[in-house]
């Protein structure tokens, strides 16, 4: 049913009970899977020259964790025997970087985590999950945490 699933991380708890549930679908299914980490490049745009050294500072950490987050996802997906793909993607904003992930490997469905914010933490923070299922032109399986 599904050729090719998406699984979006971000180092989170929730994010790796996405990768669980990516590993028992992609079994079931026989599907391949890709697993990626979205870096905004850009997080200083606007504040001036003065942040170029931060910036350096800031890809390097991010890259750094981006690696840590999907070697975890890769640990749980081949512990269940499926091999993924990994990529780090670069886009201003998450939920873009995922669907243009998605359109790029040919994905089928997304399986991803929502950490379920409410109120002022979700209105200042946002919900990638939430930007993603209403935006994606294919299937979005959310995970809860």
């Known amino acids: 049913m599904f050729k090719h ?11 790796q009970k996405a990768a669980e549930k990516a590993a028992g679908l992609a079994k079931v299914f026989g599907s391949s899977v ?21 910036q350096a500072e800031y890809l390097s950490a991010a890259t750094a964790e981006a690696e840590q987050a999907i070697q975890a996802a890769k ?49 200042v923070l946002g919900s990638v999950a939430q930007r993603v299922l209403s935006h994606a032109h294919l299937p979005v399986f959310v995970v809860r945490d």
Do not use: C
């Open 5 to 15: 699933i998406l699984v979006p991380v971000d180092g989170s708890e929730t994010a």
């Open 75 to 123: 640990q749980t997906l081949q512990q269940a025997g499926v091999t993924p793909q990994t990529r780090v993607v670069e886009e201003h904003s998450t939920w873009r970087g995922i669907l243009n992930a998605a359109q790029t490997s040919g994905a089928d469905l997304i399986v991803m985590g929502s950490h379920g914010r409410h109120g002022l933490e979700k209105i």
């Open 34 to 54: 890709t697993v990626i980490y979205v870096i905004d490049p850009y997080p200083f745009t606007g504040l001036g020259s003065d942040f170029a050294y931060g």
